[in-house]
């Protein structure tokens, strides 16, 4: 049957970056160094060594990206802001000139008709804060983030509307503490769960704040979802699927929504002494604590099959390929995992050139799920295809595959729009390309072709690829070429 459903007038057709991918000038304007400046340095830990040092140079040419946002179409911008720009020792004095970046760039997108929609952190911690307390680890951070998030709200509350606390609270935790595959480079379970749990404490704190200092603004956290599949119809898979949904994706979810962790996973912590301790401040805290929308990141979710305590070499497949797919057989020992469910390939889906799953269906699955259990309204804040693109020698990219896959999700979108979920806007991951923080500057997502690689970084010179022809015509239209 045909839809019936427009995409709403006011739908915010936008894409999206963060600062350590984009803006390079490490240093400038009295910006202080984050963990990913310290982290990227560490030899073996990126691909190729490449880190943020000059990134797509979008620190000095913003400018002309807006221009080409304008050119495009584009309804909204989503960026985030480093926060050692603002407070260069992360919880000492504001840094003006900072500030003054953030401040110019929101007027430069209103001026040109883009509405901003700013991440307050992207994974780049002051490395000041990881120095002086532990980082994440500590309840002083707490403090140190609503400190720079009252700069910020003060600051530019009232042209900015649309605000993301965390992006992916679930990846850098995860990856940045139990893998030591991100800043601040650990191993450690029960180190992973502590952190998670003061982050979540600081995001409720921010979302408070907000709420006080910006009345007419609406903010929320962005998660990576993924809606974990049973294998197959038996019981025990659909069962370890149910456990897979809660440790993957409740386990956030419903803390930001509900206030409350999920009691199956809590206990199953608690059994292998990785539970979080959670004080009753700390539950009152966060039972505070409204989000006014989901920021919904989705690339893909998972399937699963009843848990094994043996490891059976197809989890390993996983490894290396997919950060957000890694099985617990890095560690010795028993983990969550290994009581809950057992990862497994889904054969009905097709990967991408960097063996990603690509499930347009379990997008729009994910906004069912996600509405009528949290009843919120839903901004996607992330979706795209990383793929290794080519320049022609005219200058243009014939990204035909990025179209398809954007085109299928967008249509799934719309499916969810039918469904009755309310969808406030859909960022593409990403609007120029941009450093892929493990897989360098050939990993590219972006409508716009930078010209540079791993090693040179080139002329930095931007080429729109056929998708932003694409995309301006699909705004353009307000869906209707979908
Ligand atoms: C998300 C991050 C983004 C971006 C994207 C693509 O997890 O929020 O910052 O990097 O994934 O990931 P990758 O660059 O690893 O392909």
Not at 110 to 123: F, I, Q, R, S
Not at 147 to 171: H, I, M, P, S
């Amino acid at each position: 049957m045909e839809s019936s459903t427009k995409f709403p007038k006011d739908f915010l057709w936008g894409a999206a970056s963060a600062a350590y991918q984009i803006e390079g000038a490490p240093t400038a304007d009295g910006k202080g160094p984050s963990i990913w400046d310290t982290f990227a340095k560490i030899l073996g830990k990126t691909k190729n060594g490449t880190n943020g040092d000059i990134a797509v140079d979008h620190y000095h040419r913003y400018h002309e990206d807006v221009e080409l946002m304008q050119k495009m179409g584009l309804k909204a911008y989503r960026f985030s802001i480093a926060w050692s720009r603002i407070i260069p020792d992360g919880d000492g004095a504001i840094n003006q000139a900072g500030l003054q970046f953030y401040v110019d760039l929101v007027a430069d997108l209103k001026a040109h008709g883009v509405e901003p929609v700013v991440t307050l952190y992207h994974w780049d911690l002051p490395q000041a804060l990881q120095d002086k307390y532990g980082g994440w680890e500590s309840r002083q951070v707490i403090a140190a983030f609503a400190k720079y998030c009252r700069v910020v709200f003060e600051r530019l509350g009232a042209d900015v509307k649309y605000w993301v606390t965390f992006n992916e609270q679930n990846v850098f935790t995860a990856l940045g503490y139990r893998w030591a595959s991100h800043p601040p480079n650990v191993k450690d379970i029960k180190r992973m769960y502590a952190a998670n749990h003061i982050v979540n404490l600081a995001n409720a704190t921010a979302i408070n704040l907000f709420h006080k200092l910006v009345p007419n603004g609406l903010i929320g956290p962005s998660f990576g979802y993924g809606e974990v599949y049973p294998a197959t119809s038996d019981p025990n898979d659909v069962l370890a699927a149910v456990n897979a949904n809660q440790f993957n994706n409740d386990w956030w979810m419903d803390v930001y929504c509900r206030g409350t962790y999920p009691v199956k996973i809590m206990k199953t912590l608690q059994t292998l002494g990785i539970a979080p301790e959670v004080t009753s401040a700390d539950d009152q805290l966060l039972k505070s604590a409204h989000p006014d929308f989901i920021g919904l990141n989705y690339y893909h979710g998972g399937t699963v099959e009843a848990p094994t305590m043996t490891t059976p070499a197809h989890t390993k497949q996983l490894t290396n390929i997919d950060p957000y797919l890694m099985a617990g057989d890095a560690e010795n020992g028993i983990t969550p995992e290994k009581l809950l469910f057992h990862s497994v390939e889904n054969p009905h889906l097709e990967k991408t050139s960097f063996g990603w799953e690509i499930d347009p269906i379990g997008f729009q699955v994910a906004f069912r799920q996600i509405y009528e259990k949290y009843q919120l309204p839903i901004f996607v804040t992330e979706n795209g295809l990383g793929a290794f693109d080519q320049l022609t020698e005219k200058h243009q990219v014939h990204d035909d595959y990025r179209i398809k896959y954007l085109q299928q999700h967008l249509l799934a979108l719309k499916g969810a729009l039918d469904d009755g979920v309310p969808v406030i806007g859909y960022c593409a991951w990403s609007f120029t390309d941009l450093l892929s923080w493990l897989n360098g500057y050939d990993k590219r997502y972006g409508f716009v072709y930078v010209d540079r690689n791993d090693t040179d970084a080139k002329s930095l010179t931007r080429y729109p690829k056929d998708s932003y022809y694409w995309y301006q015509k699909v705004i353009a239209s307000d869906g209707k070429t979908l």
